[in-house]
């Protein structure tokens, strides 16, 4: 079956930038994404890529999506404390299909 | 996007009884999804639930233990019966919006006691 892996902790101070990364094994994932979520509350999406294109910018956010290698990352320009929660990386073949989740990587940023 | 809204939030139940979770969705959607997160783990998606239909269960998931309902276009829930503490989670419903992205509820976080 589908498995998207990501490293579970990560340390930032303020102000510098952060780089989750998460590699996954589907190849026919249609859409690559990542989600936030804070203490206590639901998933956010914050971004999506469509798997024909490498790199998505969004404000401070930068997805590079290396489809050979089957690996996504998200970089967070700038990184403020408010960014600080978990991120989870996401994949789906298309059409009404589940998503899949990673691990969750954990955000702390120092201030 | 959409706003979901899911009730209760929180609850704390005693083991042997069951906890009905309530989704509402701002627009009509044909699919809605369950997911549970353990603690401290990722989502796994326990059914999805089309209105008119009966709900498709993921592997380990069964509808005795699970029941959903789909009354409308707008609306589903999920009851956790017969809780164990093994069913402490955060229970999250989400609907697709077009490709694949998902959007979820603010989840309700279950404790069994």
């Known amino acids: 079956g589908e498995d998207v892996e990501q490293s579970l902790f990560l340390s930032v101070r303020e102000g510098d930038s952060s780089v989750i990364n998460c590699t996954y094994t589907d190849s026919s994932s249609t859409y690559l994404y990542w989600y936030k979520q804070e203490p206590g509350a639901g998933l956010q999406l914050l971004t999506y890529?469509?798997?024909?294109?490498d790199m998505k910018q969004d404000q401070r956010l930068t997805v590079l999506l290396n489809k050979k290698d089957k690996h996504l990352s998200l970089r967070i320009a700038d990184t403020q404390t408010g960014d600080s929660a978990i991120y989870f990386c996401?994949?789906?073949?298309?059409?009404?299909?589940?998503?899949?989740f990673g691990t969750g990587t954990k955000l702390q940023v120092i201030p | 996007s959409a706003v979901i809204s899911q009730k209760p939030s929180r609850d704390i139940c005693q083991r042997g009884t069951s906890l009905t979770i309530q989704c509402q969705v701002d627009?009509?959607?044909?699919?809605m999804f369950w997911y549970r997160q353990q603690p401290g783990q990722s989502l796994t998606l326990i059914a999805t639930a089309n209105q008119g239909s009966e709900a498709t269960y993921e592997s380990g998931f069964v509808i005795d233990k699970f029941p959903i309902s789909r009354p409308n276009l707008t609306f589903s829930t999920l009851t956790v019966s017969n809780m164990s503490p093994e069913d402490s989670s955060i229970y999250l419903c989400?609907?697709?919006?077009?490709?694949?992205?998902?959007?979820f509820g603010q989840g309700t976080r279950l404790t069994v006691v």
């Open positions: 989400s609907v697709e919006l077009g490709q694949g992205r998902a959007f």
């Open positions: 996401a994949e789906n073949s298309g059409g009404y299909q589940k998503v899949t």
């Open positions: 627009s009509q959607v044909t699919m």
């Open positions: 890529i469509f798997s024909n294109m």
